[in-house]
């Protein structure tokens, strides 16, 4: 497999040397991000062993070039969505429990212009949705990396519960493979589920 990136932040994960993956069998429930949210893949996925953040996770089917599924599992308030790049001149936005969608979109926004270098994004809509349950968001963003012209899409779907957000979000060139694995993502959100309102991260 040629050398792999984490799209998302990109910038903090490319001198990674090499990236580590584990299968994910379909057909059995699992936590992600180290948290509480479980999900129940109905095919199997490659997980990443490095972190793109302390509660993040990221899953692929082929490459991270090629299709991305990070999970964020309850990102507390004052909290990153990725590792700092640069915490001193370039500090990454901070989650606050009383966000809107709204806020979640532009603090999403924010980190990926400072950790991903993505100088040229942008969110192309933003609605409500279901999320493990709760009344939560989903929105559609397309995005170019620093130095590339690959252009790429993607999709996040979430919710903020017990005062922190869960999210899971999905990643693809916007040339055949975003559409490609679609489904296969939202068959990933449509399995995810949360313990209850109060819950509370292992």
Known sequence: ??????????????ATPALA???????QRVAVAKSAMTIAPPIDWNRQQSRPGRNAEAWTLDGMPLN????????AADQTLFKEVNKKEKP???FAAGMLPTDVV????ASYRLA?????????????????????????YSFTLEGEEVKRLGEATGAIVGGKLWMITYEAPAIH??????????ALVASAQLPGPTVTVG
Not at 1 to 14: G, N, P, R
Not at 68 to 75: D, N, Q
Not at 178 to 184: H, I, T, V
Request: aromatic share 16%; charged share 20%.
């Open 68 to 75: 991305e599924v990070t999970f964020y599992g309850g990102i």
């Open 116 to 140: 991903g270098g993505s100088a040229l994004f942008s969110v192309d809509g933003v609605e409500p949705a279901t999320f493990a349950s709760n009344r939560g968001f989903r929105f559609r």
């Open 92 to 94: 990454l936005p901070r």
């Open 1 to 14: 497999m040629k050398k792999i990136m984490v799209f998302l932040a990109s910038a903090a994960l490319v």
């Open 106 to 109: 532009q603090m999403f926004e």
């Open 177 to 186: 493979y975003f559409d490609r694995n679609l489904a296969d993502y939202r």
């Open 21 to 27: 993956y584990k299968l994910v069998t379909h057909g």
